[in-house]
C-alpha cells in the first residue's frame, strides 16, 4: 500500500495493463511496464513513473500498430496529461536558468 493517493491508482492502472493477456505475450513489453511499477513503490514519484509508462505505452503502440493492445492505448491516454504537464515543468525549469 502506497502512501501517496495519486501514485496508488497509478499502480493499479499499470497492473491492469500488466495483467491483460495480450501484454503477457510480449516479455519485454512486460518487463518495461513492471520495472515502472516497482519503480513507483520504491520512490512514489508519479510525474516521472507516469513519464516513463506514457512512453513505454508510446512505443509498445508503435511496435504492435497491425494489432493494437487496447490495455496500452488505454494505459497511454491516462498517462498522458500528467506526462505532458511533468516534460512542461521539466523544460521551464531547464530554460528559466537560461534568462534569469
Not at 503477457?24 to 516497482?38: F, G, I, N, Q, S
Request: a negative charge; one cysteine or more.
Amino acid at each position: 500500500m502506497l502512501k501517496d493517493p495519486k501514485a496508488e491508482h497509478l499502480l493499479q492502472q499499470i497492473c491492469v495493463a500488466y495483467n491483460d493477456p495480450e501484454v503477457a505475450k510480449d516479455t519485454e513489453l512486460a518487463a518495461h511496464l513492471l520495472r515502472c511499477a516497482m519503480e513507483l513503490a520504491k520512490y512514489e514519484n508519479v510525474l516521472l513513473t507516469a513519464s516513463r509508462v506514457n512512453a513505454v505505452a508510446l512505443n509498445a503502440m508503435r511496435a504492435h500498430m497491425n494489432h493494437p493492445i487496447q490495455a496500452l492505448t488505454t494505459l497511454y491516454n491516462q498517462t498522458a496529461r500528467t506526462s505532458e504537464y511533468y516534460w512542461g515543468v521539466a523544460a521551464t525549469t531547464i530554460l528559466s536558468g537560461l534568462f534569469w
